[in-house]
C-alpha cells in the first residue's frame, strides 16, 4: 500500500498514515526499514505492508518513497 503520514512524534517513536481507507493507519518507529535512528516526518509518501491488529490497521515494513522517484525530472 501507499500512504502520506499524517503525524509522527519523534519522541515517543509512533504516529499515523492516511493511507485512503476509513481508519488511519498506526505506525510505530520499528516498523520502518533502514539502519540508525528512523523516524518519518509529516507529509512523507512511504509504502507499507497492512496488517490488522487488536486497535485497528497497522503499517509494516515501512519504506520512505524517494522524491525523485515521484516527481521525475522534465528534460
Not at 4 to 26: E, H, L
Given at each position: 500500500?501507499?500512504?502520506?503520514?499524517?503525524?509522527?512524534?519523534?519522541?515517543?517513536?509512533?504516529?499515523?498514515?492516511?493511507?485512503?481507507?476509513?481508519?488511519?493507519?498506526?505506525v510505530h518507529f520499528s516498523s520502518i526499514k533502514g539502519k540508525g535512528y528512523r523516524v518519518l516526518e509529516q507529509g512523507d509518501e512511504i509504502t507499507?505492508?497492512?496488517?490488522?491488529?487488536?486497535?485497528?490497521?497497522?503499517?509494516?515494513?515501512?519504506?520512505?518513497?524517494?522524491?525523485?522517484?515521484?516527481?521525475?525530472?522534465?528534460?
Open positions: 500500500m501507499e500512504g502520506t503520514v499524517k503525524w509522527f512524534s519523534k519522541n515517543k517513536g509512533f504516529g499515523f498514515v492516511d493511507a485512503g481507507i476509513d481508519r488511519d493507519v498506526f507499507f505492508d497492512l496488517m490488522d491488529s487488536p486497535k485497528g490497521p497497522q503499517a509494516f515494513n515501512v519504506k520512505k518513497v524517494r522524491q525523485d522517484e515521484l516527481e521525475p525530472e522534465l528534460a
